[in-house]
Every structure is written in C-alpha cells, then in structure tokens.
C-alpha cells in the first residue's frame, strides 16, 4: 500500500510541475504577444503623414545581436516592420519598440 501511495505522489507532483511550467509558458508568451500588439499600434502612430497612405501588413522580428549586445534597458527591444502603400508605392518602414511599464517607446530604425 505504501508503495502504491509513493507512486501516486510521484504521478501527482509531475502533473503539477506540467502544469506550473505550461502556466509559466502561457503568461510570457501572452506577455510577448501584448507587447508586439502595443508596439505595432505605436509604430502605426509613429508612420509619416502622407495621404492616401494605407498599412498593408505588420510583422515583428527580434533586434540584431549587435543591438542587443549593447542594450542597457532591462526590457528586451523589438523591431516592427510595417508595410505600406502611397500613391501605389510599396515601401516598409522599421521601428526599433521597447515596452517598458505598459508604454510602448518606438524609434525608426533604417534597416
């Protein structure tokens, strides 16, 4: 009986660390996704004002080892790319964002 008890223990623990990495897992990546939503909205803000000037599509990438190597912020720096079309031109521009404290800092990056 001791062993059978030991054994549903052992079963028992795993499931919770399962559970407890997965949870752990779910938040940063929900946290990462949040920050790219807020970047993107501030880099669209950030677009020069040209009219007719329609945004095509928007992407996320990581900044360059370069870049990182170098950082001093405690938030790690993203890169939003945003493609968009004026007078039937496509161009992209690039956004270096931090979110630091729920507030999305952007600069335009030539990359």
């Known amino acids: 009986m001791l062993a059978f008890l030991r054994q549903s223990w052992k079963y028992q623990m795993r499931t919770v660390i399962a559970v407890a990495v997965?949870?752990?897992?779910m938040v940063i990546l929900n946290g990462r996704a949040e920050a790219g939503k807020t970047?993107?909205?501030?880099a669209t803000e950030a677009l020069p004002r040209i009219a007719g000037l329609v945004v095509k599509k928007s992407r996320t990438r990581p900044v360059s080892q370069a870049i990182l190597a170098s950082w001093k912020g405690q938030s790690r720096p993203i890169i939003i790319d945003v493609d968009v079309e004026a007078?039937?031109?496509a161009q992209t521009y690039s956004y270096?964002?931090?979110?630091?404290?729920?507030?999305?800092?952007?600069q335009r990056t030539m990359n």
């Open 87 to 89: 007078a039937g031109e």
């Open 39 to 42: 970047c993107v909205s501030k």
């Open 96 to 106: 270096m964002c931090v979110v630091t404290q729920g507030s999305a800092f952007v």
């Open 22 to 25: 997965s949870t752990a897992l």
